[in-house]
């Protein structure tokens, strides 16, 4: 399942994060691409390592070389935080990122432990809690990492990184839909599926059943009530180095509520914010004025 700042094609492994990101087609380019340099920097660099750790997750491969592979990049991780040197380009600009931000290791942990989570029989119709867990790990902790570039955590900003960080996942699911049956997957939550009396765990199923939209929805109700939380959280704190924060709220917002206009007839039917529309939103915010979602 892609996290939040990763979605496209696998890149070469010589590819600076920088080259990753400008080359991924995520709607979250813009907002990190006009940061002071070096927040972009850092943020290049948190994203180029969800997008090799998601990697490993998602491409053809036995779970045990799956695990040994995450297993790697968790070794790779501690030996920069016990004063190791980095091994590769996307460890090096971590490493970097990491000692000018202060970025905790138990939110690159987290990452790693989400992407564990896809592994093997992966996630299918978790329940509730579990999915939750799995949104904490794979998104929230992106947030928790990125308030900390934006020089903004505090209590608020924590709660508000962990609200859009979940937002952001489930409108992440609702729009993947067809790519994580092909994977064998299906993270829309039991509760939900039960509800819209869909009593199957195969994904194929699931998304060919004729109550499919009521279990979307429902989930798309649980984006909704999280971006709220988000806002709430920094009420009259959207200004300053929160802006690209505030940017992708802005903007993932604006991808779901397109899905639920779209409706769930066709989940393969792409549905996504293009880059000039990005780069406005980016701009707009950057400036002060965020566009309504």
């Known amino acids: 399942m892609t996290s939040p ?8 492994c010589a590819e600076s994060p920088s080259m990753v990101a400008q080359r991924s087609g995520s709607s979250f380019y813009w907002p990190m691409r006009l940061l002071p340099r070096s927040k972009r920097a850092a943020m290049f660099a948190i994203y180029a390592f969800c997008r090799r750790i998601d990697d490993i997750a998602d491409e053809p491969g036995s779970p045990a070389a799956k695990r040994a592979g995450l297993a790697e990049w968790r070794r790779d991780i501690h030996e920069i935080y016990s004063g190791g040197a980095a091994t590769n380009p996307v460890a090096a ?3 970097d990122a ?3 931000y202060g970025l905790p290791r138990a939110e690159l942990d987290a990452l790693i ?9 992966g996630l299918r119709a978790p329940d509730l809690a579990t999915l939750r867990t799995y949104c904490r790990r794979v998104a929230g902790a992106v947030g928790m990492l990125a308030i900390r570039v934006f020089d903004r955590a505090d209590s608020d900003t924590e709660a508000f990184a962990l609200a859009l960080g979940e937002a952001l996942q489930l409108t992440n699911i609702l729009r993947d839909l067809s790519e994580d049956a092909a994977l064998g997957r299906l993270y829309l939550p039991r509760e939900a599926l039960a509800l819209a009396g869909i009593h199957t765990q195969i994904p194929e199923e699931a998304l060919a059943h004729p ?4 279990a979307c929805e429902a989930v798309a109700d649980l ?4 971006f709220a939380d988000a806002r709430d959280a ?4 959207v200004g300053g180095s929160l802006w690209a924060a505030v940017a992708m709220m802005v903007l993932y917002h604006r991808l779901l509520r397109r899905l639920r206009a779209r409706g769930w007839r066709d989940p393969s039917e792409r549905v996504r914010v293009g880059r000039r529309e990005s780069a ?7 400036l002060g004025s965020p566009p309504a979602a």
């Open 5 to 12: 700042l990763t979605h496209a094609a696998t890149p070469p």
């Open 93 to 95: 600009a971590l490493k």
């Open 98 to 100: 990491i000692d000018r």
């Open 113 to 121: 432990d989400g992407m564990t989570m896809d592994v093997g029989a």
């Open 211 to 214: 109550n499919l939209a009521r």
């Open 223 to 226: 984006a909704e009530a999280d």
């Open 234 to 237: 920094i009420a009259g704190k």
């Open 280 to 286: 406005w939103v980016a701009l707009r915010c950057l």
